[in-house]
């Protein structure tokens, strides 16, 4: 498996907080949402902290890597080429999906804005180490993956989230990105228990760890990454560092940025309770033995690309074909199309309003819808701040109930477009000024005039499809 690069104590950069993250002592690394930075035009602050000898890490959030279709060559060739502006040691993604539908199975392609759990079962772990083996051959550098959180439950599954996860570094070689909040959150809305999943997955994968606040509604924890770390967050990344030493420690904010104080406080407990533990890093040589724990396995090379090898970047065209003639492609491909199937009803539920698939808490399941509404009212509202301005206190519940039936399928941007084209077809805001002004935001930004009677009744006909 290579040896691991040392990161130390980290936070998450955001631009909201950029100026505090540069003053903040004690800040080893940082770690960057990949999709909010372009790899040719990299933010002043990145750069500032870069030359200061700062280790900056791109995270990705939306490749989908276990989703039912294999990865998007063109995502994978953007991430690879932030790495490499960046000077990375690694890049980092989640085991989610985040999309569903389209020509495997023959539905629309529905997104779903946000991350959601994959089933533990055999077949989307086929799926999933495919998938990780097509991204590892095109990205210049190692990659690791990270355990989410989950406010619903796939019925049937059939591993553990520790032997799910065991079996995938067995299998591809994987690093693992550890979100010890998301072992929490998992625990209280699932009652898995964390340390069972540290004791069932090989720490010697680890390659850093991620800790986040979140809160507590109505029996259900939402890892918000807007609250302070808890207790409870802070003694599972005890138990964890009580096992092994990660080479990194990060601290994730998202929202409410509290002032630079409290970020600083929070850092420092973390690196309290790190500095408690006196385990040992495991000694890797290769991808062969380590101290504790056993063997690795030996059948996986060793994965030693770095970001300044920029020449080794795989380009969209160069990525291979999949062999369909292959016993094990055509088994595989059969696994997609039944994780597909199985994906695209749960997020046609979620996002579309269609009957929830049988086996699932219905309960959770609107949680979970409601949850996916309100991230896309607050991410359209950043990147559309026109909106809430000129809608006032009326843009959040008329966005939501915007989105009770009508799922994303074109980004954020083309979300923010799309809902003002319908309130203006509906002849809202009721206040001309406002309407006027939405009118000429939206004109500004399509480029045309909004649709005629036959172009709205052609939406309204792919609308009822989709709710089907």
Known sequence: MGDMAELGIG??????IAEAVEALPGVDWVEVVAENICADHLPDSLTRLRERGVTVVPHGVSLGLGGADR????RLAALGEKAVALGAPLVTEHIAFVRAGGPLTASPLLEAGHLLPVPRTRDALDVLCENV??????????????NIAALIAWPGEELTEGQFLAELVERTGVRLLIDVANLHTNHVNHGEDPAKALSELPVEAIAYVHVAGGVERDGVWHDTHAHPVPGAVLDVLADLTSRVSPPGVLLERDDDFPPAEELAAELTVIRGTVARQTVAPPLLIGAGARVSGGPMPTSIPPRTRTAAAAADVVTPEQLPEPRATDDVSVSCDAARQRLGLAQAALLSALVAGTPAPEGFDSRRLGVQSRALAAKRAGVVAKVAPELPEILGRGFRPAFLAYARTRPMT???????????????????????????????????RSGSRPPGRAVRLARAARHALVRR
């Open 11 to 16: 936070i998450g950069w955001r631009p909201e």
């Open 71 to 74: 990865p998007d060559p063109a």
């Open 133 to 146: 083996r097509i991204a590892q051959d095109a990205l210049p550098v190692p990659l690791a993956l990270e």
């Open 410 to 444: 074109g980004g954020y941007r083309r979300d923010a477009l799309d809902f003002a084209e319908h309130l203006l077809l509906a002849d809202r805001p009721e206040d001309p000024a406002a309407r006027r002004r939405l009118t000429e935001w939206w004109q500004d």
